[in-house]
T-cell receptor
Framework: GQQLNQSPQSMFIQEGEDVSMNCTSS?????WLWYKQEPGEGPVLLIA?????ELTSNGRLTAQFGITRKDSFLNISASIPSDVGIYFC?????????FGAGTRLTVKP | EAGVTQFPSHSVIEKGQTVTLRCDPI?????LYWYRRVMGKEIKFLLH????????ESGMPNNRFLAERTGGTYSTLKVQPAELEDSGVYFC?????????????????FGPGTRLLVL
C-alpha cells in the first residue's frame, strides 16, 4: 500500500525559529492534510490542500501541495511554546487516508 | 457543533479479556473511520463505515476485531480476546462530503482517542 515518508522525526528548536517538515510518497494523492496532536488529544486539522501546486496559509503555518501530487511541506514561522506537539501529514485518495509517522516538535522558551 | 467523542479515554485490561470502544461521530456525518496508532508508529486505517454499512475493512488486523455502527449513528469496536500487540491509541474520525468551488472535499475530524493497554 501507499507509504508516506515524513521527516524529520523530531525537532528541538528555540522559540522564534522557523520550522519546516515534509512528506513524500511513491503514490499520488488528491488531498494533502496536516494535523497536529497534543498529549491526550486526537489529531486536529491544521491545513487541508486540495489542488496540486496549492500553497495555503493559516496564521503562522504555510503548507504546499506538491506539483507531482506526491509530496507536501509544512512551515511554521516564528515558533512559540504552544507549537509543541506531534505533526502528522496525511495523503488522501477518495476515502483512503494514509498518515506519516509524525514529526515531534519541541520548542524551548 | 459537538465534535467526535470517544469512550473510554483509557482502558487497561489483561490479555484474553474483551474491550469495547465507542465512538460518537459529528451529527450528520455519514462517514465514520477507525484508526489505530501503535507507540511511535504512524496512524493506521482500520475500517470505514458509510452510514451503517462497512465500506472498507481492509485495515482490520484479524477476526478478533469487530466493528459495528448501529443505525448509522455511533460505532463500537470490540476486541475479543485482547492480545498484547493490540495496545495503542484507537482513534475515530467522521466526515461528510461537500463541494466547495467545484472541488469535492471530505475532511476527517478526529476524536480524542482511546488509549488501550493490554497487560
Amino acid at each position: 500500500g501507499q507509504q508516506l515518508n515524513q521527516s524529520p522525526q523530531s525537532m528541538f528548536i528555540q522559540e522564534g525559529e522557523d520550522v519546516s517538515m515534509n512528506c513524500t510518497s511513491s503514490s499520488i494523492f488528491n488531498t494533502w492534510l496536516w494535523y497536529k496532536q497534543e498529549p491526550g488529544e486526537g489529531p486536529v486539522l491544521l491545513i487541508a490542500l486540495y489542488k496540486a501546486g496549492e500553497l495555503t496559509s493559516n496564521g503562522r503555518l504555510t503548507a504546499q501541495f506538491g506539483i507531482t501530487r506526491k509530496d507536501s511541506f509544512l512551515n511554521i514561522s516564528a515558533s512559540i511554546p504552544s507549537d509543541v506537539g506531534i505533526y502528522f501529514c496525511a495523503g488522501q485518495l477518495r476515502h483512503d487516508m494514509r498518515f506519516g509517522a509524525g514529526t515531534r516538535l519541541t520548542v524551548k522558551p | 457543533e459537538a465534535g467526535v467523542t470517544q469512550f473510554p479515554s483509557h482502558s487497561v485490561i489483561e490479555k484474553g479479556q474483551t474491550v469495547t470502544l465507542r465512538c460518537d461521530p459529528i451529527s450528520g456525518h455519514d462517514n465514520l473511520y477507525w484508526y489505530r496508532r501503535v507507540m511511535g508508529k504512524e496512524i493506521k486505517f482500520l475500517l470505514h463505515f458509510v452510514k451503517e454499512s462497512k465500506q472498507d475493512e481492509s485495515g482490520m488486523p484479524n477476526n478478533r476485531f469487530l466493528a459495528e455502527r448501529t443505525g448509522g449513528t455511533y460505532s463500537t469496536l470490540k476486541v475479543q480476546p485482547a492480545e498484547l500487540e493490540d495496545s495503542g491509541v484507537y482513534f475515530c474520525a467522521s466526515s461528510h462530503f461537500r463541494l466547495a468551488g467545484g472541488i469535492g472535499q471530505e475532511t476527517q475530524y478526529f476524536g480524542p482517542g482511546t488509549r488501550l493497554l493490554v497487560l
